[in-house]
């Protein structure tokens, strides 16, 4: 339990990397006067970074083993945060993010590989993965309720993060967890396969929807909906709790209706919910934000849970990082669309469509890789 407990510690730092800019974007484009396309190009370069380095570093990890890559890849994450927190400036802020992608880019299939082999071949195996992914509504909870902190004191976040990756790198030092080294050819041809390619264009669309949702619906809220920054946060926590309800309940309904129906149940609801949203007075938009929540991650455990027992232990970390590679697509192209709509069209509606547009690829994806399966293809 204590490598998965290591791991989340992990994911739950990178998720707060990039979710956080969600809320400090606020008072950083006041006082570097940035326009909304500026505002998403931030995270985009994280993404960029992300998704460059993901394939490499699976390959790396299921031939160094995680709690190396882990190690490895936490020190350099420290200095940078650092550097953020005594200089600010929007070409410092592109450079770092995109390093931060790079790097960071490492935690999570690490943290995916030590529930793989702890866990690969327990029935249980999607709540496992479910336990690990519950840091990233946890992380959107703890952001809802730091925000209006943040908003005031958004430097120190920078500090606060050096400190805590410091003591990430101390912790993954004391893990003890023996990986056979899997050759590097045979982790890559992983990725050849048409079931992981349908599989990963599944989570490309769910990342879509869920990162375009919790990267913009803060600032969205208060600068195109007109609603109080306190709504706006009561909604983002309510979001992060529907995601944490989610994720906790999955396992017991995977177990009846199996992964793929769940995954389809949760897309199809996240596009009803979200068109509510856009329709409804703002006195009734904190009631759907936690359903949203809930249908926004629910469909991730087992997906990622489908895409490992395709690929198998041994290509464990190659196959979740070709899957971050990918998937990760939808989170460079979200942010950057939703602030072209809003700088064309300045409305919140035509933004979230374009945010559901990710659920509809997952839906197209999931409808072929579900008749693949059932005829033994891959």
């Known amino acids: 339990m204590k490598g998965i407990t290591v791991g989340w510690f992990g994911t739950f730092l990178q998720l707060t990397v990039r979710l956080s800019w969600g809320v400090i974007v606020v008072p950083i484009s006041r006082i ?5 396309v500026q505002m998403g190009l931030v ?5 960029i970074g992300y998704v460059v380095f993901s394939v490499p570093w699976g390959l790396i990890i299921d031939r160094i083993g995680p709690v190396n890559a882990m190690i490895i890849s936490s020190v350099p994450l420290i200095g940078l ?3 953020l927190f005594f200089e600010i400036s929007y070409p410092l802020l592109l450079t770092v993010y995109l390093i931060e992608g790079l790097i960071a880019s490492a935690i999570f299939p690490s943290a995916m590989k030590i529930v793989s082999v702890l866990h690969g071949k327990d029935r249980r195996l999607t709540f496992y993965v479910a336990l690990l992914e519950s840091a990233s509504p946890v992380t959107i909870l703890t952001l809802s309720f730091l925000a209006g902190l943040l908003l005031d004191l958004w430097k120190f976040f920078f500090l606060g993060m050096a400190i805590t990756f410091s003591v990430f790198s101390l912790t993954a030092l004391s893990l003890k967890i023996r990986v056979e080294p899997n050759p590097v050819r045979r982790s890559f041809t992983v990725i050849l396969r048409k079931d992981i390619f349908l599989a990963t264009l599944l989570r490309l669309g769910e990342l ?3 990162w375009g949702t919790t990267t913009w619906i803060f600032s969205m809220l208060i600068l195109y909906r007109g609603a109080p920054p306190g709504l706006s946060t009561v909604f983002l926590g309510l979001f992060g709790l529907g995601q944490l309800l989610g994720i906790l309940s999955v396992e017991r ?3 009846r209706l199996g992964d793929i129906s769940v995954i389809m149940i949760n897309l199809v609801g996240f596009i009803i919910i979200s068109l509510l949203i856009v329709v409804s007075p703002l006195t009734l938009v904190l009631v759907e934000a936690l359903f949203l929540g809930v249908c926004s991650f629910a469909y991730r455990p ?8 395709i690929a198998g232990v041994g290509s464990a970390a190659t196959s979740i990082g070709y ?3 990918v998937s990760q697509i939808g989170t460079m192209i979200a942010p950057v ?3 072209v709509i809003l700088s064309i069209t300045r409305s919140f509606a035509i933004s979230m469509f374009g945010i559901d547009t990710g659920c509809v690829v997952g839906i197209i994806a999931l409808m072929i890789l579900r008749g693949g399966l059932k005829n033994g293809d891959s």
Not at 32 to 36: H, I, K, Q, S, T
Request: proline content about 6%; hydrophobic content about 55%.
């Open 43 to 47: 995270a985009t370069f994280f993404y």
């Open 81 to 83: 945060n650092l550097l």
């Open 337 to 339: 669309l939703v602030g």
């Open 208 to 210: 879509w929807a869920t």
């Open 302 to 309: 087992p997906t990622d849970s489908l895409i490992m027992k």
């Open 323 to 325: 899957a971050n590679a």
């Open 32 to 36: 570097l006067n940035l326009n909304p």
């Open 253 to 255: 309904v995977v177990e």
